[in-house]
């Protein structure tokens, strides 16, 4: 669905997750001198200004992004990593979205491959990656692609490069998006078995049907192309029980529509568990809301 956009929730609680992550996996792949290729498939505008009336509208960056900023303090490599890119678009006045997560750590010898069909989000990620790329032009390969994700990853895999990861994150408006997300991973892992797959998912209390078959289907995946590798990690906010679904315009903000998120990674590092676990116990005990 052309729908959603992103502005409305850039830096909050799902962010949290999805960029350390994002971030930790990027990082032990940059371990090795090896190029690799970086698919994100639904890849928005990349970059969210902080003063934007959406997300003063909803507060999602407030109580999300800022509030860990200000009260957490950690020695976790990967999640300072993530911290200090955050902080350096911060500086002016801006978050980053996945993209530029990610083209702030790939090296020049990598490839990014972005795409999105929402017409204005396409040409606002094509004019900011450009604007990154005269700032930074060491940064990796680009190509941004106005097309389905699903297709395109399913398309363009296994890359030339043999290593590489994934992100997939659509918005999951859509009912099919649950089933589109596992019938690509498992198209692509059926041809590219030593992909890094990550896939962000929501935790919407009227979904858990969808969300637990979601899972299961990727542990499915996983198990038949990468010897069962995969971690599944979540962020909770809220009881699941305090959510309450409501119209953006109407909604209490202090009942947010997701009361958590989770990423699922396919093939993970052999690290993440033990560099992810301890810093998510931490930062949800700082951002959870009690009824």
């Given amino acids: 669905m052309l729908s959603y956009i992103h502005a409305y929730h850039a830096g909050n609680h799902a962010d949290i997750l999805k960029h350390f992550v994002l971030t930790s996996v990027i990082n032990y792949l940059n371990k090795k001198d090896k190029p690799y290729t970086f698919f994100d498939t639904h890849s928005a505008s990349g970059v969210y200004a902080v003063d934007d009336e959406r997300a003063q509208k909803t507060g999602e960056m407030s109580e999300g992004f800022i509030k860990l900023s200000r009260n957490y303090v950690t020695q976790n490599p990967d999640f300072n990593s993530y ?79 043999k290593r590489g990861a994934v992100l997939i994150d659509p918005s999951y408006e859509d009912t099919e998006d649950y089933f589109d997300v596992s019938d690509t991973v498992d198209a692509v892992l059926h041809k590219w078995s030593g992909a890094v797959i990550m896939v962000w998912y929501p935790l919407l209390s009227h979904r858990r049907e969808e969300i637990e078959l979601l899972v299961e289907r990727l ?23 305090a959510h309450v679904e409501t119209s953006l315009e109407d909604r209490d903000t202090s009942k947010p529509r997701l009361y958590g998120s989770g990423m699922f990674v396919i093939n993970p590092p052999y690290t993440l568990n033990e560099t992810v676990l301890p810093e998510l116990e931490k930062i949800e005990k700082l951002l959870y809301k009690q009824n």
């Fill in 83 to 161: 911290l200090n890119i955050v902080q350096s678009f911060l500086a002016e006045n801006k978050y980053p979205g996945s993209p530029f997560i990610e083209l702030s750590l790939l090296r020049k010898t990598d490839y990014a491959l972005f795409s999105d069909l929402h017409p204005t989000e396409l040409e606002n990620l094509k004019s900011n990656v450009k604007e990154f790329i005269k700032k930074h032009p060491d940064t990796a390969k680009t190509s941004i692609h106005h097309r389905n994700g699903f297709e395109m990853l399913k398309s363009m895999t296994p890359p030339s490069t």
């Fill in 219 to 241: 542990e499915a995946s996983a198990q038949r192309f990468a010897m069962g590798k995969c971690a599944d990690f979540r962020l909770k906010v809220q009881d699941e029980n």
